[in-house]
Antibody
Framework: EVQLVDSGGGLVQPGGSLRLSCAAS????????MSWIRQAPGKGLEWVAK????????YYVDSVKGRFTLSRDNAKNLLYLQMDSLRGDDTAFYYC??????????WGRGTRVTVSS | DFVMTQSPLSLPVTPGEPASISCRSS??????????LSWYLQKPGKSPQLLIY???NRASGVPDRFSGSGSGTDFTLKISRVEAEDVGVYYC?????????FGQGTRLEIK
């Protein structure tokens, strides 16, 4: 059974940092693109970042470029999102997702990030 | 950027009746014979779930009352007979451009 367990969220002050983690199981992790998608309170879905199966290719939404860093550990089946210089508009639920056939077929339960003083 | 526009944004439906949601992309999503368009349903309090990929392919376990159609820039998700469990917000998403984008979402409610 495919499972994605996202964690690492919490309350952080503006300008602070957090690192989100996603533990993947039930599939050959190193064969898949992986992404983070977020959802601000009461809002729609926003793609944040994605990494190629070998981790060499990474893409980010413009609003997080230079502040967020995506990485993956294929030996441990882990995906990370290092979030620095956090702002209020980064407040959201963050979902770890797997990509297949140009779609997101498995989603984690999400981890909540709140940026507030 | 690829801008995705859904309509309607709110959709009240009587159980047993059909429903249809439109999604329009600012640029064609057709590439190498596939339309890079997918549909998702986010039920209340839950993570989104994949319904349709490549515009018209049902994901595993999705009831056959859900169907997707369209090509290029205009796409439609249809529910042949709405059931109470179909309540939630429906999103379309394009994955042709590296910077992936979603539609605003369509909230389906039961009348």
């Amino acid at each position: 059974e495919v499972q994605l367990v996202d964690s690492g969220g919490g309350l952080v002050q503006p300008g602070g940092s957090l690192r989100l983690s996603c533990a993947a199981s039930g599939f050959t992790y190193s064969n898949y693109w992986m992404s983070w998608i977020r959802q601000a309170p009461g809002k729609g879905l926003e793609w944040v970042a994605k990494a190629s199966p070998d981790g060499r290719d990474k893409y980010y939404v413009d609003s997080v470029k230079g502040r967020f860093t995506l990485s993956r550990d294929n030996a441990k089946n882990l995906l990370y999102l290092q979030m620095d210089s956090l702002r209020g508009d980064d407040t959201a639920f963050y979902y770890c997702v797997r990509s297949a056939d140009a779609a997101y077929d498995y989603w984690g339960r999400g981890t909540r990030v709140t940026v507030s003083s | 950027d690829f801008v995705m526009t859904q309509s309607p944004l709110s959709l009240p439906v009587t159980p047993g009746e059909p429903a249809s949601i439109s999604c329009r992309s600012s640029q064609s999503l057709l590439h190498d014979g596939n339309n890079f368009l997918s549909w998702y349903l986010q039920k209340p309090g839950k993570s989104p779930q994949l319904l349709i990929y490549f515009a018209s392919n049902r994901a595993s376990g999705v009831p056959d009352r859900f169907s997707g159609s369209g090509s290029g820039t205009d796409f439609t998700l249809k529910i042949s007979r709405v059931e109470a469990e179909d309540v939630g917000v429906y999103y379309c998403m394009q994955a042709l451009h590296p910077s992936i984008t979603f539609g605003q979402g369509t909230r389906l409610e039961i009348k």
